[in-house]
T-cell receptor
């Protein structure tokens, strides 16, 4: 086990709704990244937070937003859900920003289905 | 052209076989190379981590990186049914703001008893 937890495990939402996914990082890990994994694909980088500030973003629209809290927890928020947002959402924590970032430890994911 | 290419398989081998998994990439700035194992409906689990070119061995697993060819490999010796999973290669430029992992599509491996 990586010590990274995510909730909920599964979620079903309707197109146009908003959703919040949660992640609890390993203790001491001050960096969290979020990834979207569509069925049959590798994870795609959404964004990363370091010490509660966004540290970089992938090719995802602004309706994907996040927060990181001092207690090693974080959130991914998605507004105006679209059918293509159906995927496994993974968070990954790591111990630092420079160099240590590459060793990212993933949670089990939240499977989101948009109908 | 995708930054990271990985044959999705599926790959089916008998127990005890040597398995070879490969990825190619186009971004010459990648310096860190990783292999993750992902069981069905689980998050990826870090298996091997290599910086720059060379080989790294950990038990039955060997990772190889050839930066001149932009080619990385993972070898699994004496494969076991418990090795059945999707194997994802991932790469990073590393350092500063170049932190994100870029993944291949994953190769689905089945080891038959």
């Amino acid at each position: 086990e990586t010590g990274v937890t995510q909730s909920p495990t599964h979620l079903i939402k309707t197109r146009g709704q908003q959703v919040t996914l949660r992640c609890s990082s390993q203790s001491g890990h001050n960096t969290v990244s979020w990834y979207q994994q569509a069925l049959g694909q590798g994870p795609q980088f959404i964004f990363q937070y370091y010490r509660e500030e966004e540290n970089g973003r992938g090719n995802f629209p602004p309706r994907f937003s996040g927060l990181q809290f001092p207690n090693y927890s974080s959130e991914l928020n998605v507004n105006a859900l679209e059918l293509d947002d159906s995927a496994l959402y993974l968070c990954a924590s790591s111990a630092g920003r420079v160099n240590f970032n590459v060793q990212q430890y993933f949670g089990p994911g939240t499977r989101l289905t948009v109908t | 052209q995708k930054e990271v290419e990985q044959d999705p398989g599926p790959l089916s081998v008998p127990e005890g076989a040597i398995v070879s998994l490969n990825c190619t990439y186009s971004n010459s700035a990648f310096q860190y190379f990783m292999w993750y194992r992902q069981y069905s409906r689980k998050g990826p689990e870090l298996l091997m981590y290599t910086y720059s070119s060379g080989n790294k061995e950990d038990g039955r697993f060997t990772a190889q990186v050839d930066k001149s060819s932009k080619y990385i490999s993972l070898f699994i010796r004496d494969s076991q049914p418990s090795d059945s999973a999707t194997y994802l290669c991932a790469m990073s430029e590393g350092g500063g703001s170049n932190y994100k992992l870029t993944f291949g599509k994953g190769t689905l491996l089945t080891v038959n008893p």
